[in-house]
């Protein structure tokens, strides 16, 4: 790939490198092996043992199919001081999973795997790494299927190429926090640019059907970029982690491929700089100051129309952390389960402003356990680029499982889309045209009288 610090395997000629325990190749894709016709429930697939340059850091990233009732699982482990670590799994991981990141540590220590990212402390760093992806499932008819693993390790001795300069703008979509599920907070961020990546590849995906899919349940968090790119390959988009320099990050752009990059900056109301992520867009040379400059979407700005921003290439080497979220465009034949939409009508309840989600004539009141996000969005006339650019206006969930519009739009009326996106990504999409409130008895106007008589 890149660079020798990152490690993309997919196809069947290189899965065939590994072990494969109750594991076949299909269609380049690693899928449970089957007797008769039928699944087997468990199936694991070790990779190689890889050596790699002296390293701090280590980041995994993986993409497969995982229908209902099945199951992936990735595991790593570290070769430092001349030895192995033991097994670190990066937790189970499906679409409709509750999916949660593990912490583990090595019996020194000194290696410790949190959320996404293993650490190595030791004196010389980690030299060696191998994976490995256990499969499962509690239906015999399906499988999951593997298509892509990934390691990248950020090197002890990085040397730092700056490839040749390039002046180029690619259009990537612009999502900004403040119009979208506030619930994740600042680390929405990362859902943010996920959907502008698969939007610009002429998906139409919003960032909370991301968000829900990628959530870190250990942590009600978004931050985990392994998830990241989970959710990324269950819709179909070859994606994986990377840690890159400015030759890395220039050659994307050239092949017309935006990245995820992470910053350290300051934003508003926090004291200390945070790492935010944001969208690599493209390159660029000011000859008035002959200065080169780097183009960003940054999801923290004020508003979607703030987002595009300009940075001194020379600030944005001093800020970028080296880590990268890299995505390619869809294959037409590759199977995906996200995003996954329902179409539904809605019904009126008995209460003023509440209304009811119905699939084909049939009552589906959100359940009980939902824990998504509802909003709406009033058509404007107006032809946005992509659905996530709309104006969106959160919802209340009732105790009965009806959504409730709030008394303003109920006042004004008109027509609407309503969205339900549940805690396993899928969605509930419905329109409907609330009444138009009727005329206010005009009071103004005094009662007709007689004509009076003209005076003498």
Known sequence: ???????????????????????????????????????????????????????????????????????????????????????MSFGKWAPGYPRCSCNSQSDDGMIFLMGDTVTVATPGGGTGVQLQVNLSTNDDKVSPAVRLLAAAV?????EKHNGH?????????????SAHDPSFG???????VMAALMNCWGEDVLPEEVAYVMEDMAHSTTANAAFAAAAAGCCGYPC????????????QIHDDCCVAVQVERRIRGQRDPVRVWMGLRGFGHDDAVMADYVLLNDPTADSNGAVNCTMALVDFMRYFTGRAIAL??????????????????????????????????????????????????VHDGVAHATTAHRNFHCMERTRDGGIRFPAAQMAEGGRCSVYAVDQTGTMRVAEVRLPKPKPAPDTARPASQAQAKPEK
Do not use: I
């Open 186 to 192: 600042r680390t929405m961020d990362l859902p943010l």
């Open 154 to 158: 950020r090197p002890l001795a990085w």
């Open 328 to 377: 390619r465009a869809k294959p037409r034949d590759m199977a995906a389960n996200r995003p996954r939409r329902l179409r539904c009508e809605l019904v009126p309840g008995k209460e003023e402003g509440v209304y009811f989600f119905e699939q084909h004539g049939e009552a589906d009141p959100l359940p009980e356990d939902f824990s998504g996000w509802t909003a709406y969005a």
């Open 165 to 177: 300069p390039l002046n180029r703008q690619l259009y990537l979509p612009e999502y900004c926090l």
């Open 1 to 87: 790939m890149e660079q020798r610090n990152n490690l993309v395997l997919q196809g069947t000629e290189t899965f065939s490198r590994g072990q494969l325990d109750n594991v076949a190749l299909d269609g380049g894709a690693l899928v449970l092996d089957s007797v008769a016709g039928r699944c087997l429930q468990y199936g694991s697939y070790t990779t190689p043992e890889f050596a790699m340059p002296a390293f701090c850091n280590l980041n995994v990233s993986w993409n497969a199919f995982a229908p209902h009732n099945t199951m992936v699982e990735v595991r790593c482990r570290v070769y430092a001081g001349g030895n192995w670590t033991g097994w």
């Open 240 to 251: 994986w982690q990377a840690w890159m320099d400015l030759a890395d990050l220039r050659a």
